[in-house]
């Protein structure tokens, strides 16, 4: 039986993604709060963390990258395992973003 280990630093640097996937999506209250900061201080820390926080989405793909580095499947396997649910996931949501945005503005 092989047992998988966690690597402890993988899932830190995730969460560290998670952090600025957060932090990016929280508009005026913090991603864009340099252009209202009250103070010079809050102003360039305000700039210093949109500029990394624009990193998240490459550190997500660097970790999936690695995980699935150390695995040896087909590239049908792959695809069947690992695209065709995230991109049935995606079809589904962007039909729904896409629905909600008709109902809103039928026009």
Known sequence: M???E????LEVI????IFMVLYE?????ARWHYETAGSMSSYWLGIAMACVCV??????F???????????E???TVLIKRFLPMAIVFA??????????YLANPI
């Open 74 to 76: 087909s590239m049908k």
């Open 25 to 29: 999506h929280t508009g005026e209250r």
């Open 92 to 101: 589904i949501f962007t039909f729904i973003q896409y629905l909600l945005s």
């Open 6 to 9: 966690k690597k402890i630093y």
């Open 2 to 4: 092989v047992t998988k």
């Open 14 to 17: 995730r969460l560290i993604a």
């Open 62 to 72: 660097s970790v999936s990258g690695a995980v699935l580095l150390q695995k040896e």
């Open 55 to 60: 990193m998240c989405n490459y550190i997500f």
